[in-house]
């Protein structure tokens, strides 16, 4: 296809700028190999890896389940072996032993003083002497005097103040580079926020903070106005949104965020990664890729917030319709719902199907599951002959023949005239179409497109087998699941 | 067929008000006073009164409530050791009378209590027990047990149970309507076992079961996830990583009571490579159409192949490079056919900017593409930031962006979007004073191509800070407008003001900390239909204290 072939082109290129960049400097894909016979494998504060942690740390008592620090990790020394480990808290003016086990692994710990900074170096040597880069394990570590509730709202007072000014840069140095809904998509999401947001202004209250070594588990309970630059119209709602923070070099970082999202929600299907359960109905902002916004009720939100093919008119009465790849709604200006449902020509499950029937046990289909099956289904075939089936429909089931003419013209089953004589055989004639009402009160539409009959001859066995006409119906079908009666083109 | 199993809110709250007693229990239990342990005792208190007023014909749009309102907000933490014990209490409580703030008039915001002795972790209450991003991220009202014994074979065990609410007032259930929530039962267990210094692996299995409809319509979900996740360093500073899941789900749709089976697989593969002077990332994710986790985080229906590499070329220049490629529709579900996405960026910074001491430029380009059957959409991003400080004292930061919206084959569309803005600041000291006065101008233009249409949003503001550090008082003031201009549709006029001001008093100080606070914020929205228009004004007081 068209666009494959352009992507391929991109990704040839994008790869030949990465080789060209390569080239810069020999060897940039051999991580951390170094001359220096004697270096650490692994470094850990409190099981975050030194790698991650970026040059300041700050930690909080509320994640030091001990009340202590432990700086541990793993020294190699090539042939050699590892004879000594040795931490400094203060900027290498003292040194401590580290405990070491025989196979290089080593752990110190210590209990911190609330506001103190350390300034903290690892040496490892080996029994010749020889020591790693010392000056690469530096990190500046604070227990912070205050508690972990202010340091997340001054993290979210950052993220709302960036976001309200439009500032990507400032709100993006505030999401973790391992974010869970990939750090891309969010900086696409908030630009495409800010061009389709202005004067926004956006509040809240904590309801909950919960932290682990790994991360802070944040409940907020958020009220927000936006104002629509497609339409000049202002929207505003108010609910509970939940967030993953990890701690950074400065701040917390966001690490995940749930529905309804109070930042990128132009992004929503890619950005979130789960629905925080809405516990009323009030109306909820939405908005698609396009920077379309409406507000709708809390449920229908729930259901079609994590659909990428939602699309939003904004409608010149001020009402909006929201289409999904399902639904159709409209909505009024304050978030209610004024007409929805499902649209007929997008929710109808259609397909070609062939029954072969050789008398018994009958052959029958069932429209819900879209399948043949043995001895069950809405209808079932037991003979015919060139041009027409014979059979039965289930008890339960109703049905009309709307006459010769194709499935694709009929647009509405009717609303009467279903019968179901019982006890009576059936005939399905070749080119009509029939409308059925199934035992789930939802409607189906079957056109015999032809049906066949050949002599199957008898076969001694084992098992024996007696001479058949084996019947051959082959026809269309369409089911409508929302209920309705239109099945629109 | 089984529609819902309500084993119902009032076992799950009658299990919670027991959770609370045992809590408090605990807490009393470890008062220093009672116990003669080491231990800390913290507490904080904000409580701010607002006095809001909206007026005009469209005062309807606004977010906030009229008249009086008051905000507090509780904390109290108590932490200690006792006989070889570590045990951390935290509790805070939230009272308003604006349901804008808040729902309810009292809602409890933390209960946690933590007794450890580095082997045995019991926690209550509150509960974030992270095992792995698809198996368990969420945290839940409820207990969790953590086994750890370093430097031995054993492996470490973690078992969680509780419910998944957002907030304790779900979970206590005291109180009808309005904060009502499906009642999301979670039970965990991880095994972590370290296999040589470089390596770990963990198993987790996670299940979790809705129990009670909040409304008739809503779906229930019994959801398990069984899980598999590493980690290991083959040589320093490279890190491979890795999850694989496997989800059951069962669905109980509210409006039919019908029962939906569904069988999901999602697995992660991730390499970080980073020392000086380059750091790369590679991470390729696959996630079934009907793979489900409540309590995780994972989007279905997704295959992502993402490559970044961050390379420091001298001290004053790095780049950054990426690349994201992920596609939908991996079972061929959809009738409209697979979506694909490509996002590839470079991107510069260069310090010392033409020499200039304090000049930072950071360049971008960013490539967006959407790829279907039906469209072909093409977004270039271009954005410029230069900061730098000129004549010693005044500091700036300019950003600039073009994009072009292309949209190739359904809705024909092109837009081309420019984005400006620049601020100045300064800072100087007079005596015991801090001056700090600066200015900001933005601006943005949205062309459209085809229907020849052009809409624009200016703002400009100026705003002036004024410290007293042996004061302990801080303080700004700040004044703009933010107008719409629109080819089609309502123009829109925000003239907008805010003050301010915070003071930490020395009689404060005896208490540990304390600050007083002001802030005051005035809107007036006029639009072309004056049938909208309307002013907010805002004002709160407020006192922080700090034991």
């Known amino acids: 296809m068209k666009y494959k072939s352009k992507s391929l082109i991109m990704i040839m290129s994008f790869a030949l700028v990465l080789l060209s960049f390569a080239g810069a400097q020999a060897k940039w894909w051999i991580f951390g190999e170094s001359d220096e016979e004697v270096s650490i ?449 | 067929m089984k529609t819902s199993s309500i084993t119902g809110v009032c076992f799950s709250s009658q299990s919670f008000r027991w959770l609370t007693v045992i809590l408090m229990c605990f807490f009393f239990l470890g008062n220093p006073f009672l116990l003669k342990a080491e231990n800390e005792f913290h507490a904080s208190n904000e409580f701010s009164y607002t006095y809001n007023d909206i007026s005009g014909p469209g005062s309807s749009q606004s977010s906030l409530r009229q008249g009086f309102s008051y905000l507090n907000l509780l904390n109290i933490n108590d932490l200690g050791n006792y006989k070889g014990f570590d045990y951390n209490f935290n509790f805070g409580l939230k009272l308003t009378d604006d349901p804008t703030n808040d729902q309810q008039t009292a809602s409890i915001t933390n209960l946690q209590g933590r007794i450890t002795n580095k082997v045995h972790t019991l926690n209550l209450g509150d509960t974030f027990e992270t095992f792995s991003q698809y198996a368990l991220s969420s945290a839940v009202k409820g207990a969790s047990y953590r086994f750890v014994k370093e430097n031995s074979y054993i492996p470490e065990v973690s078992l969680v149970y509780g419910y998944a609410y957002s907030r304790w007032d779900n979970a206590f259930a005291i109180y009808d309507g309005p904060v009502k929530a499906v009642a999301r039962q979670v039970m965990g267990a991880r095994l972590k076992e370290n296999l040589g210094q470089n390596f770990w692996a963990g198993l987790s299995y996670v299940q979790s079961q809705d129990n009670d409809r909040v409304n008739p319509t809503d779906s229930l979900y019994l959801n398990r996830a069984y899980t598999f996740d590493m980690e290991y360093k083959p040589i320093p500073g490279l890190t491979v990583s890795g999850e694989a899941s496997l989800s059951d789900q069962k669905e109980w749709t509210g409006n039919d009571g019908s029962e939906t089976t569904r069988h999901g697989a999602a697995y992660r593969l991730t390499a970080v490579g980073d020392a000086d002077p380059s750091r790369v990332t590679l991470e390729y994710e696959r996630i079934s159409p009907n793979f489900t986790t409540l309590v995780g985080s994972a989007t279905p229906d997704r295959e992502k192949a993402k490559a970044k590499w961050r390379y420091k070329y001298t001290k004053n220049i790095s780049a950054n490079l990426g690349f994201l490629w992920f596609r939908d529709n991996l079972d061929g579900q959809k009738t409209a056919g697979r979506t694909d996405y490509y996002k590839p960026e470079i991107g510069f910074t260069l310090k010392r900017f033409l020499g200039r001491a304090y000049g930072t430029a950071d360049i971008a380009y960013k490539l967006d593409v959407t790829s279907n059957n039906n469209t072909e959409n093409y977004n270039h991003i271009v954005t410029l930031n230069y900061q730098d400080q000129f004549f010693g004292f005044l500091d700036s930061d300019t950003n600039l962006g073009y994009t072009l919206y292309d949209n190739k084959i359904s809705v024909e569309e092109r837009n081309n979007e420019f984005t400006y803005n620049t601020s100045l600041s300064s800072r100087h000291t007079l005596g015991m004073v801090v001056l700090k006065p600066a200015v900001y101008l933005g601006g943005w233009t949205q062309r459209s191509e085809l229907v020849v249409s052009t809409d624009q949003i200016y703002e400009y503001s100026a705003g002036f800070g004024l410290d007293v550090p042996d004061w302990k008082l801080t303080s700004t003031i700040k004044a703009g407008q933010n107008r719409l201009d629109k080819s089609v549709g309502q123009d829109t006029d925000k003239t907008f003001a805010s003050f301010n001001l915070n003071y930490r008093p020395p009689f404060l100080k005896k208490l540990n900390q304390g600050m007083l606070f002001f802030r005051a914020k005035y809107n007036d929205f006029s639009y072309t239909n004056a049938g909208n228009n309307f002013r907010e004004t805002s004002l709160t007081a407020g006192l922080i204290l700090e034991i």
């Open chain 1, 41 to 489: 494998s692994y470094l850990f504060v409190n099981k975050s890896s030194f790698d991650e942690t970026g040059a300041k740390i700050t930690l909080f008592k509320e994640m030091l389940p001990d009340g202590k620090i432990t700086i541990s990790g793993k020294a190699v020394a090539g042939k050699g072996k590892i004879g000594s480990a040795r931490v400094s808290l203060d900027g290498k003016e003292t040194w401590k032993d580290a405990n070491l086990s025989e196979g290089g692994a080593f752990e110190y710990s210590f209990s911190p003083e609330t506001g103190k900074t350390y300034s903290i170096f690892v040496e490892v040597s080996d029994t010749l002497g020889k020591t790693n880069d010392v000056a690469a394990t530096a990190r500046q570590l604070t227990l912070s005097e205050r508690n972990i509730m202010s340091f997340i709202r001054e993290a979210l007072d950052k993220l709302i103040a960036a976001y309200e000014n439009h500032d990507a840069k400032t709100f993006m140095s505030l999401v973790s580079e391992d974010f869970a809904g990939d750090m891309t998509n969010l900086d696409r999401a908030i630009r495409k926020d800010f061009s389709s947001f202005d004067d926004i202004d956006l509040n809240y209250t904590l309801n909950n903070i919960t932290s682990d070594s790994k991360g802070i588990s944040v409940s907020l309970s958020y009220r927000r106005l936006l104002m629509s630059t497609k339409t000049g119209q202002s929207v505003k709602d108010k609910g509970v949104t939940e967030f993953v923070f990890k701690m950074g070099d400065k701040s917390a970082r966001i690490y995940s965020m749930k529905n309804p999202l109070i930042f990128g929600i132009t992004g929503a299907p890619n950005v979130a990664t789960g629905t925080v359960a809405s516990t009323t109905n009030d109306p909820v902002i939405i908005a698609d890729g396009r920077g379309n916004v409406a507000e709708v009720p809390a449920q229908t939100f729930n259901q079609i917030v994590m659909d990428d093919s939602v699309r939003i008119t904004n409608n010149p009465d001020g009402t909006s319709t929201v289409k999904t790849s399902d639904k159709t709604i409209t909505v009024d200006k304050n978030g209610q719902q004024t007409s929805g449902g499902s649209n007929p020509s997008e929710t109808v499950e259609k397909g070609l199907r062939t029954i072969i029937s050789l008398g018994h046990p009958p052959m029958g289909f069932s429209f819900v599951n879209g399948e043949v099956m043995t001895a069950a289904g809405d209808f079932m075939i037991t003979g015919g002959g060139p041009g027409f089936g014979y059979g039965f429909v289930e008890p339960s089931v109703t049905f009309v023949d709307l006459g010769a003419k194709s499935i694709g013209s009929v647009n509405e089953a009717p609303a009467t005239g279903y019968a179901n004589p019982a006890g009576m055989g059936v005939r399905f004639e070749e080119g009509h179409t029939y409308a059925f009402k199934l035992a789930n009160g939802k409607y189906g539409l079957m056109e015999v497109k032809s049906v066949t009959e050949e002599w199957i001859p008898g076969n001694p066995g084992p098992p024996p087998q007696p001479p058949a006409m084996r019947i051959t119906m082959r026809f269309e079908y369409k089911y409508q699941p929302s209920g309705a009666r239109q099945f629109l083109p």
